[in-house]
């Protein structure tokens, strides 16, 4: 499932799995989102349970603060992020504004690929692409 609300989806694009589990403890039915999509539902709704070791009820609590820490805006969220990073992704690692990333990419001044017409960047490719700049500017800097 991917989240409709335009905020919701604008903070995570990524889809995610509703669990339904039933804790048989308390007898209480909990519904998780999570985007673990191969563990079967007892598996995380037991996972949920014991890493926080807490009373079922306040789990509902705890998703709402993982989805906070998932938000892309969230510092926690960007060390997770993935390879492939957006346009705006970009400008917020590099501090600059989207038009010079545009400007950048087209002129091929900065690594990326398009897709469709969106264009995408390898986070891996962008880290080298600044060592290399920083170890140019070194080298100008020696002469």
């Known amino acids: ?30 519904v998780f989102l999570t985007n673990l999509f191969d563990p079967p539902p007892t598996t995380i709704g037991a996972l949920y349970k014991a890493r926080w070791q807490v009373d079922p009820s306040f789990l509902p609590g705890l998703i709402n603060f993982l989805y ?17 990073m957006t346009v705006r992704e970009v400008a917020a690692y590099l501090k600059l504004t989207e038009k010079t990333v545009y400007r950048h990419a087209a002129d091929g001044r900065i690594p990326g690929f398009k897709v469709g017409g969106a264009w995408r960047f390898r986070r891996s490719e962008i880290e080298r692409w ?9 080298k100008r800097g020696a002469k």
């Not at 609300?5 to 589990?21: A, D, V, W």
């Not at 906070?68 to 492939?84: G, H």
């Not at 600044?130 to 070194?138: L, T, V």
């Open 1 to 30: 499932m991917a989240l409709s609300g335009f905020y919701s989806r604008k903070h995570y694009p990524l889809h995610l799995r509703r669990i339904r589990f039933k804790d048989s403890e308390s007898n209480k039915t909990l």
């Open 68 to 84: 906070f820490l998932k938000r892309r805006d969230s510092p926690a969220r960007n060390r997770m992020d993935s390879e492939i």
């Open 130 to 138: 600044i060592k290399r700049q920083s170890a140019g500017q070194k």
